[in-house]
């Protein structure tokens, strides 16, 4: 199981280990929401390649 995680902003340490937990025994992947100009057609891709996402903010 593949599993994306979308930040909205910069994660801090909860959500941090919340991910570790999450990410355990799966292919991870990330996309940052906070960064200037995010390219959403990757962030699509990268959506439907993921079999679940995750959106934190």
Not at 1 to 6: D, E, G
């Amino acid at each position: 199981m593949k599993i994306l995680q979308v930040y909205r902003s910069e994660p801090n340490n909860d959500v941090k280990t919340l991910v570790q937990i999450l990410n355990r025994d799966r292919e991870s992947d990330e996309f940052h929401l906070n960064v200037e100009n995010p390219d959403y057609d990757v962030l699509i891709s990268k959506i439907f390649s993921a079999d679940k996402t995750v959106c934190w903010w």
